[in-house]
């Protein structure tokens, strides 16, 4: 009696999951293979959808400088020191991945647009944000740098300090540390949130529409093709779009693995 209730929940599992991972797999697959290969090579050579790409990916490598130069820093601090409203900080970290991102698109411009006080402070050097890269630039850093500082938190919360703590009674200064003891048994996971973040902003469209809707990125330009030609012109677009994450995917996931695989031998 009790194996067949085994079974029968084993069973029900095993369906369940499997329909989960039709709701989420299929669409995709769809729509990459419902393009074709030609639909897509012409779209790839559309000068339109080449600097959408080119915007869009050249913002994302600079959100991604800027949230390595500050996420790691803050992940770090989360992760080693503990301080009042420690709590309450995680929290603030993890606000963009909850609110609605065409809020997050209003929240931005009211603070980087013309009349906003960033807006006016960046405009006296020459740094526009409203309809200019920088506020591309702006939009997916703050929806994609969770997933760095996250990551990089959860990272460095592995690492046993005693080994810092060695290495300072050695002579070690604190940046000698993180260099060469923190940062090298980190890196693998700090890469995968950093994929993630990159990722995640070149996928934006909420906050980049608002703040900066030109210039056009490629989700941008997905939205506006859909409106203007429909489904036929947006779909090549949006399968390009579907690839590019699945390979970030992939990454992502062989990096895990390869650490999985250290940890286990360790």
Request: glycine letters at 8%.
């Amino acid at each position: 009696m009790i194996e067949k209730n085994v079974d029968t929940f084993l069973i029900v599992t095993i369906i369940l999951s499997t329909l989960v991972v039709i709701f989420i797999l299929f669409p995709l697959v769809t729509t990459i293979v419902t393009s074709g290969r030609d639909e897509i090579r012409q779209t790839l050579s559309d000068h339109e959808v080449l600097r959408s790409l080119g915007i869009t990916f050249f913002a994302a490598f600079i959100s991604m400088g800027l949230g390595l130069a500050g996420g790691i820093p803050l992940a770090y601090i989360l992760s080693r020191k503990k301080f009042p409203g420690k709590t309450i900080l995680e929290g603030i970290i993890n606000l963009p991945l909850v609110i609605p991102h065409t809020a997050a698109g209003i929240a931005l411009l009211m603070v980087f647009g013309r009349n906003g006080m960033f807006g006016k402070l960046f405009a006296s050097i020459g740094i526009f944000f409203t309809d200019h890269i920088a506020g591309i630039v702006v939009a997916m850093l703050f929806v994609g740098i969770p997933f760095l500082i996250n990551a990089s938190r959860d990272a460095f919360d592995l690492i046993d300090p005693e080994l810092e703590l060695v290495a300072q009674t050695d002579g070690a200064s604190n940046w000698q540390c993180f260099w060469f003891i923190t940062l090298p048994n980190a890196w693998r996971a700090i890469l995968s949130g950093l994929v993630m973040m990159g990722a995640r902003g070149v996928s934006e469209f909420g906050a980049v529409a608002i703040i900066a809707y030109h210039p056009i990125t490629v989700p941008v330009l997905i939205f506006e093709r859909f409106q203007g030609f429909g489904l036929q012109s947006a779909q090549p677009i949006a399968a390009i779009l579907i690839i590019i994450s699945l390979a970030a995917f992939i990454v992502i996931r062989t990096l895990s693995a390869k650490k999985n695989g250290e940890d286990d031998r360790s």
